[in-house]
């Protein structure tokens, strides 16, 4: 038994390094806690997200580390932002996201979060965020809010009724005479169904994980027109994402990238901008601007806390 005694022993003492250098790569880094997309009429709304500022000086966190930390923090989305020095007015930094399960390619809210923060703290007027997927990202504060430019989703051809994946339609509490239409994307999938409907809703999450973990889409998205917040409103959602560890999402700015096209084409192509609700328990506000190539997003944040990673355990 010596041998597989010290193999075991060898890999214990690999995995503590490991953990060693995982905790002193975020040990003492910035971590704010914002809520984007807030309600301007309720205190803690909108979609919390987990923003941690690397430091120039040191290697930035790689993204097993990182997806620790989304583990351990448990938010629907923990965000990575290595800036570069600012250029007159305008600072540039990689942005990645992670969820409790995995690393995305593209998030609204936590992008919201990360602008918020950095515009706060930095001498500058816009950020540009690289993803990893080399896709930028421009952010600059308006009339009170954060403006986004982000890249327009393409829609995908409406699926035909027989079609239909009965099992999504069971698990999400939905038959197929409440469902009026279903339209796909490379990255997400959209319900249509009515308001009553849609605050009604009451997903089976066991099965609905199921099912998402069989599907090439990374959101499910059930909206309808209207909102019963307000009558200024042009339509609600509400999104699911159990295969990323998300039951349903309290606000998904990346998922308007495609309502926003969708609404406008059933709107008739009206150029103005739209009001979207997100109907979830902590509710949230988007506004939305499609334009050529592009979808504009705005919503509003409030920095909830602040401190630094790993302050007090050595």
Not at 59 to 88: C, D, K
Not at 110 to 116: D, E, G, N, P
Not at 278 to 299: A, E, K, N
Request: glycine share 8%; proline share 7%; with cysteine.
């Amino acid at each position: 038994f010596g041998a597989a005694d010290g193999v075991i022993r060898a890999k214990r003492e690999e995995a503590k390094r490991k953990t060693m250098e995982q905790f002193l790569a975020l040990k003492g880094l910035p971590i704010y806690l914002v809520d984007a997309f807030v309600r301007p009429d309720r205190l803690f709304s909108g979609n919390v997200a987990a923003v941690v500022l690397a430091d120039p000086n040191r290697v930035v966190p790689e993204g097993e580390t990182m997806q620790e930390l989304a583990r351990e923090l448990n938010f629907s989305e923990t965000t990575l932002v290595a800036l570069e020095p600012p250029e007159l007015d305008v600072v540039h930094g990689l942005i990645r996201w992670f969820t409790p399960e995995k690393e995305v390619d593209l998030c609204g809210h936590a992008t919201l979060a990360a602008a918020a923060v950095v515009l706060r703290s930095a001498p500058v007027s816009r950020v540009v965020f690289r993803t990893t997927r080399d896709v930028l990202l421009e952010c600059w504060v308006e009339e009170g809010s954060i403006a986004m430019d982000f890249p327009r989703l393409p829609l995908g051809p409406l699926i035909p009724t027989h079609e239909w994946n009965a099992n999504l339609l069971s698990a999400l509490g939905l038959d197929s005479a409440a469902c009026s239409s279903m339209r796909g994307s490379p990255m997400d999938v959209i319900l249509e169904t009515s308001l009553p409907q849609l605050q009604d809703l009451e997903p089976d999450f066991v099965r609905l994980r199921l099912v998402h973990s069989t599907l090439p889409w990374r959101c499910i998205i059930v909206t309808a027109a209207g909102s019963p917040w307000t009558p200024q409103a042009h339509f609600s959602s509400r999104v699911f994402a159990p295969a990323y560890g998300i039951n349903e999402d309290p606000v998904t700015g990346s998922a308007h990238c495609l309502l926003g096209p969708f609404w406008q084409e059933r709107m008739g192509f009206r150029a103005e901008p739209l009001l979207a609700h997100q109907l979830s328990r902590r509710g949230g506000v988007i506004g939305v601007d499609v334009r050529d190539g592009g979808v504009r997003l705005r919503g509003e944040c409030r920095i909830v806390s602040s401190g630094r990673l790993g302050s007090h355990f050595d």
